[in-house]
């Protein structure tokens, strides 16, 4: 599976961001997708799992009840709402895919990332 991530930009603290990330290759159907972020000099670190069915989602703790992670299977792609943005959460979003939920915490496809920048 190929995954393409698109949405970030620059706004300003309290706003909102969605990101998308489309999958081509084949259709998802029983796997996890999932959203990770990097800012330099860090590792990379879990935002949000969700199985593609839409359910057993997960969210870090930085981030729950702020982001809400959604899938479309019509058009095989997963979102990554972003509301009440923090300048901590200033850093390279990328999108993610595993056959179960420990691969995609672990030994994911990887999209290219996507920058989010959020200004104080």
């Known amino acids: 599976v190929q995954l393409q991530a698109s949405g970030g930009g620059l706004v300003q603290a309290g706003g909102s961001l969605r990101l998308s990330c489309a999958a081509s290759?084949?259709?998802?159907?029983?796997?996890?997708v999932g959203w990770f972020r990097q800012t330099p000099g860090k590792e990379r670190e879990f935002v949000a799992t969700?199985?593609?069915?839409?359910?057993?989602?997960s969210y870090a703790d930085s981030v729950k009840g702020r982001f809400t992670i959604s899938t479309d299977n019509a058009k095989n792609t997963v979102y990554l709402l972003m509301d009440s943005l923090k300048p901590e959460d200033t850093a390279v979003y990328y999108c993610?895919?595993?056959?179960?939920?420990?691969?995609?915490?672990?030994?994911?496809?990887w999209g290219q990332g996507t920058l989010v920048t959020v200004s104080s």
């Open positions: 969700v199985r593609w069915s839409g359910t057993s989602k």
């Open positions: 290759g084949r259709t998802l159907s029983d796997d996890y």
């Open positions: 993610a895919a595993g056959r179960t939920i420990v691969d995609v915490r672990t030994t994911p496809t």
